[in-house]
């Protein structure tokens, strides 16, 4: 049984919801720091899509390329959250390829949507933060790797299988 997080009782249009049983049904047996990490993952491809294809929707322009720091940033954070979610996926290029595609996509597509336009610059500063933010979620990846490994090698040690003596045998 997954741990209740306090508060989860929300009452919507008079609806009563629960949303430790809605993350139950949507995201099955898993842990529930993998079903968050997930619910942060769509909310953040939401966001990059919603703020890359919506007309006349983008950030503030405080200082010149202040635009290119957004696309760095929001690009960074996705290919991050990738990496840790897809930590399975041996090759973190495999999962930079594929946001590099879907940023190559969404360039393209701006194209088309009135107001929007698709730029290098933007292109350049996406696959820099997709490079930054890949490489980042493969090292927490890895390192939570080896944390979880030395975690049960102590359970082990401690569980008294293991005396720590190696037994000797003769050839």
């Not at 610059?121 to 820099?128: E, H, M, Q, T, W």
Request: with cysteine; charged share 15%.
């Amino acid at each position: 049984m997954q741990p209740e997080i306090p508060g989860s009782q929300y009452r919507v249009f008079g609806l009563h919801l629960d949303a430790n049983r809605l993350a139950g049904i949507l995201l099955p047996r898993l842990p529930l720091l993998m079903r968050l990490l997930m619910l942060l993952w769509a909310s953040s491809c939401l966001m990059v899509l919603a703020g890359s294809l919506l007309p006349g929707f983008g950030p503030p322009s405080l200082f010149p390329y202040f635009d290119k720091l957004v696309h760095f940033g929001a690009w960074l954070v996705l290919g991050a959250l990738t990496q840790l979610l897809f930590r399975h996926v041996r090759w973190p290029l495999m999962t930079a390829g594929v946001l590099v595609s879907a940023s190559a996509a969404i360039e393209i597509m701006q194209l088309i949507v009135p107001g929007r336009s698709a730029s290098l610059g933007d292109f350049a500063a996406n696959v820099g933060g997709i490079a930054i933010g890949t490489s980042l979620g493969f090292v927490v990846a890895r390192c939570l790797k080896i944390l979880r490994a030395r975690q049960e090698r102590s359970r082990f040690d401690q569980s008294g299988t293991n005396s720590g003596t190696v037994a000797s045998r003769t050839i």
